[in-house]
């Protein structure tokens, strides 16, 4: 299996514009997570999904950001507007009951200036 | 709701010594697991070693090896024979066995440099 799949790996966008970052799951997996990282904050829970259904999104830090996955093969993470305080890398991780530890990509890295 | 706690923000260690880790974590829960994740400068979150509660013998995987104290709530990752590979950001994580499978809370990592 090639693993949860994250695209971009890098995006650089300025304030205001739309950004849609996207990602993969492990096929088979039911659970889907999206989590950010900042040096400030660590490493912050923001939405997750449970057979495509999200369950929490009490993370989410503004209405600025919404999340879907339209099917079990792929989500998104939208933030419109952007803002420079939403420079972070966003992880996107993946996981099935019977393996319980959650998989993770690599991360997006998101600049915004 | 549960807190994890990484005491030690940066810590080094020479290569081919031996290294631990610190973690605590509170909780009110009686069934949950523990892991430790590693994210080398690659930024891939790495699962290194899981715990499950109920178990009483400490998880071992190669060179990793834990100390979990459940009645001190304390979870440190021990490595042995530490590798240039080794350096990394490192993660000490709570699930409970009640949520939603991989839903963990994370501590705020310990970045650990292995000197040659």
């Known amino acids: 299996d090639a693993g949860v799949i994250q695209s971009p790996r890098h995006e650089v966008t300025e304030m205001g514009q739309e950004v849609t970052l996207r990602c993969k799951p492990i096929?088979?997996?039911?659970?889907l997570f999206w989590y950010r990282q900042t040096m400030m904050r660590g490493l912050e829970l923001l939405i997750y999904?449970?057979?495509?259904?999200?369950?929490?999104d009490s993370g989410m830090p503004e209405d600025r950001f919404s999340a879907k996955m339209p099917n079990a093969s792929f989500s998104t993470l939208k933030i419109q507007p952007s803002e420079p305080r939403d420079s972070a890398v966003y992880f996107c991780?993946?996981?099935?009951?019977?393996?319980?530890?959650?998989?993770f990509g690599q991360g997006t890295r998101l600049t915004v200036v | 709701a549960q807190t994890v706690t990484q005491s030690q923000p940066e810590m080094s260690v020479q290569e081919a010594e031996t290294v631990t880790l610190s973690c605590t974590y509170d909780?009110?829960?009686?069934?949950?697991?523990l892991f430790w994740y590693k994210q080398p400068p690659s930024r891939q979150m790495i699962l290194v070693i899981r715990?499950?509660?109920?178990?009483?013998q400490n998880a071992t995987e190669n060179r990793f090896s834990v100390n979990f104290q459940k009645a001190a709530k304390s979870f440190s990752l021990k490595i042995s024979d530490s590798q240039l590979g080794d350096t990394a950001m490192y993660f000490c994580?709570?699930?409970?066995?009640?949520?939603?499978?991989?839903?963990?809370?994370f501590g705020d990592g310990t970045t650990l440099t292995v000197k040659p």
């Open positions: 715990q499950e509660a109920y178990k009483q």
């Open positions: 999904f449970n057979n495509n259904v999200p369950i929490d």
């Open positions: 096929s088979g997996h039911n659970s």
């Open positions: 909780t009110s829960e009686n069934n949950y697991y």
């Open positions: 994580a709570f699930m409970a066995s009640s949520t939603n499978a991989g839903k963990s809370t």
């Open positions: 991780a993946s996981s099935l009951r019977t393996v319980i530890e959650a998989f």
